[in-house]
């Protein structure tokens, strides 16, 4: 069924537009892998909603080689494109309170995590601050990044290195008939979509902006 709260065709959850309302166009990436991974993203979600962060749509969910060189286990990833007024720092601590409430624990760079909240775009807002990088420095060269990216938004474009589906097609990966994306040796990893595991977008607030 489609409608408000349908399903996309292809796994995702849309409120049934792709503007972004008011404000800057927000996209971030969420990922775990410790714990109930699934339960972690969809906390996160909880939590990131509201306060002046609209979500408007959530890509399916797609299962990943971790990337970075840590031997740990695979994440589920997903994106979500939001509409925000607020200031790119302000976003940044919704997504540290998002990562804390899901017991986010730092021991390791690019180590395992129960969340984690990456702010990949802020409208065209371009940052070289170490403490919020605008774009995010590595999107670019990130399938777990740019295949659900795409997915919710075939015209994606990451200010500074150009269309989505360019920069997807630049790595060394191939779909099959799966939808599953197979990147090869020195890739950014396997994205296979999985979707029989389905995040929900939150119910806005009463009064909140919606179409
Ligand atoms: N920071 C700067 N810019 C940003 C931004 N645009 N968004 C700062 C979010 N944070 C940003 O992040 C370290 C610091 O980055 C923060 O204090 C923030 O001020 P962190 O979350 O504490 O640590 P981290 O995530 O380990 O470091 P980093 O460099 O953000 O790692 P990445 O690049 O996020 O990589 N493999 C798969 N398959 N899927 C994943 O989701 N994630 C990572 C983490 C590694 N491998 C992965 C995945
Ligand atoms: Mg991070």
């Known amino acids: 069924m489609t409608g408000p709260r349908g399903g996309n065709d292809r796994g ?10 008011g404000g800057e166009a927000i996209v971030l990436s ?3 892998n410790l714990g109930d991974r699934l339960a972690n993203l969809q906390l996160g979600m909880d939590v990131l909603a509201g306060g002046g962060l609209d979500l408007q749509a959530v890509s399916s969910v797609y299962e990943t080689d971790p990337v970075g060189g840590v031997d740990q286990g695979d994440y589920l990833n997903a994106v979500l494109l939001a509409g925000s007024s607020l200031p790119p720092r302000d976003i940044l601590a919704k997504c540290a309170t998002a990562e804390t409430a899901a017991g986010r624990v730092r021991t390791q760079r690019w180590g395992p995590r129960t969340l984690d909240v990456d702010i990949i775009i802020c409208g065209a807002v371009v940052s070289a601050d170490l403490a919020l990088t605008l774009p995010h420095p590595r999107a670019h060269e ?3 990044v740019l295949v659900p990216w795409l997915e919710l938004d075939a015209h994606a474009e990451l200010p500074g290195k150009g269309p989505v589906a360019s920069l997807l097609r630049a790595l060394p990966a191939t779909s099959d008939s799966t939808g599953s994306y197979l990147t090869g040796p020195n890739s950014s990893g396997t994205v296979r979509r999985r979707p029989e595991l389905r995040l929900t977008l939150p119910v806005p607030e009463a009064g909140a902006p919606c179409s």
Not at 12 to 21: A, F, L, Q, V
Request: aromatic letters at 12%.
């Open 12 to 21: 995702g959850n849309y409120r049934g537009r792709n503007d972004r309302g």
């Open 142 to 144: 990130r399938a777990f």
């Open 30 to 32: 969420l990922g775990s």
